[in-house]
């Protein structure tokens, strides 16, 4: 008989007490993720602010090279992500660097993609991982805020071109007035960094999902009603003429780097794969959700570079919702740009969270008695409203750091080569060579076999279209400035 338990002569139903929640075999919470997230999130973490370049990546690459350059980066980042996505349970490879050789962890997770590579390469390579990470995430809030002020210039402008006609004197701006939009952005970013953990806001991710498909759909509706209601499809094979083969070879430097940003994903890849259920097992639903992910991405990249390229030709602007290609309906033009903002507000606190929490952390290790470092005051900033924990090494640092993200953005303030440089920056190191040597390490592929072969092809493929449009985007950002 099952024993029963009585308070106050009432039996005591053990079946109505709560279950416990189930666990996973790392003692966590159990995933629930299936397919259709997976492909949710792949999707959300690839489509952003770099699919607005597309058009003038294709228009610079012509219309073979250009659709053709998308599609092999769709195939390296598939390629890519199959290779993380074996690493997501790391077996220990005995005698492997930072890896104890016990049978107990043989199956152990890594969460993340930093915590892979720690697994899996060892300390040194982590710093590197960690450090160009790190210089992503900054260099992303440098390009949104540049993108933030030319959205904002782009409504004003569009609202004066249907209040006083195409080309209306009036309606021209000069830096100061994008500049002004930068510190406007600066300021706000300031106030949202100071909003304790908005990093873990769920609704963050929606809002910012629901822009990004928003305005990129609005940018290839547009590019498609132009294209079909002027009957005549611009462009040329050989893309965008050049007075020199050197400003030719600069220029598609410059649009591989763009097409580079627009696409991985790899750097979120295992924290996609983290939120999947075990079964069936988390890597073979995320190399089928990568295909349905990856196909769907390509052809709507595809659509948005294509159709934005065949309305404009090689007058395709730098980013097709602001270079005033379109200016009607005015009102939708606006909308898009908003969306845009709005996507970005939470864009810029997502990617900098990171940095702020990591940089929280190490101080707090390193000066564990320090009042300015640790201590918090409460403050009543506004009547009425609770106390806030005001910290004063926060306050500091993420001042300086908004302010110098804007800062940078006010001296480098050109769209489509500052996002190819950051395309390109991450483009072998994080996306192929990393992954490259990991699934070496998880697999246990000797030197100088076929798959060793194949491998380190890709790898050095890779390099030298990454170098090619580091260089090429490199040489944009510098010409811009000197000749600013």
Not at 23 to 28: I, V
Not at 252 to 270: C, E, H, K, N, R
Not at 326 to 344: G, K, M, Q, S, T
Request: with cysteine.
């Amino acid at each position: 008989m099952a024993p029963s338990s009585h308070r106050g002569g009432q039996p005591l139903d053990l079946d109505a007490a709560p279950a416990a929640p189930a666990l996973d075999d790392d003692g966590r919470v159990a995933r629930t993720g299936n397919l259709w997230t997976c492909v949710a999130h792949i999707i959300t973490g690839v489509i952003g602010a770099g699919v607005l370049a597309l058009s003038w990546s294709v228009a610079q690459l012509g219309w073979v090279a250009g659709p053709v350059a998308m599609v092999c980066f769709a195939a390296v980042t598939y390629v890519s992500a199959v290779l993380l996505s074996h690493c997501y349970r790391s077996p220990a490879a005995p005698g492997g660097p930072d890896l104890p050789s016990s049978e107990g962890d043989k199956t152990r997770r890594n969460y993340t993609y930093m915590g892979a590579v720690r697994a899996l390469l060892g300390r040194k390579h982590t710093y590197v991982c960690g450090s160009l990470q790190y210089l992503y995430l900054y260099g992303i809030g440098v390009a949104y805020t540049i993108t933030t002020a030319t959205c904002l210039g782009a409504i004003k402008k569009a609202n004066c071109y249907h209040d006083h006609g195409r080309g209306a004197a009036r309606c021209t701006s000069d830096d100061r007035e994008q500049h002004l939009f930068m510190l406007l952005f600066g300021v706000a970013q300031l106030v949202l960094s100071f909003i304790p953990n908005f990093h873990s806001m769920a609704w963050l991710s929606v809002v910012a999902a629901v822009m990004s498909f928003t305005y990129s759909g609005i940018g290839l509706g547009l590019g498609l009603s132009k294209t079909i209601g002027d009957g005549v499809i611009r462009g040329s094979v050989a893309g965008v003429p050049m007075h020199t083969p050197m400003q030719k070879m600069w220029r598609v430097s410059q649009a591989i780097g763009d097409i580079a940003f627009a696409y991985p994903y790899s750097i979120v890849l295992l924290e996609i794969q983290d939120t999947l259920r075990s079964s069936p097992p988390e890597g073979d639903t995320l190399r089928k959700g990568n295909v349905i992910a990856m196909l769907a991405t390509t052809f709507f990249y595809l659509c948005v570079g294509c159709f934005g390229y065949a309305a404009f030709g090689d007058a395709a602007p730098g980013n097709l919702l602001t270079g005033f290609g379109f200016y009607e309906p005015y009102w939708l033009v606006d909308f898009a740009n908003a969306c845009i903002v709005l996507h970005i507000l939470g864009g810029y606190q997502f990617f900098s969270q990171q940095i702020f929490t990591v940089w929280d952390r190490w101080l707090e290790a390193r000066f564990p008695e320090s009042a300015f470092v640790c201590r918090t005051y409460a403050v009543r900033l506004v009547p009425g409203l609770p106390r806030y924990g005001l910290n004063l090494q926060r306050v500091c640092f993420r001042t300086a750091y908004v302010a110098s993200t804007t800062a940078l953005a006010v001296v480098f303030p050109y769209f489509n080569e500052v996002l190819g440089l950051l395309g390109a920056l991450i483009f072998w190191p994080l996306i192929i060579y990393l992954p490259v040597e990991m699934y070496c390490v998880q697999r246990r592929v000797r030197a100088w076999t076929p798959t060793w072969v194949a491998l380190q092809a890709f790898n050095v493929a890779c390099f030298a279209v990454g170098t090619f449009a580091f260089v090429g985007c490199v040489q944009g950002v510098v010409q811009k400035r000197l000749a600013s």
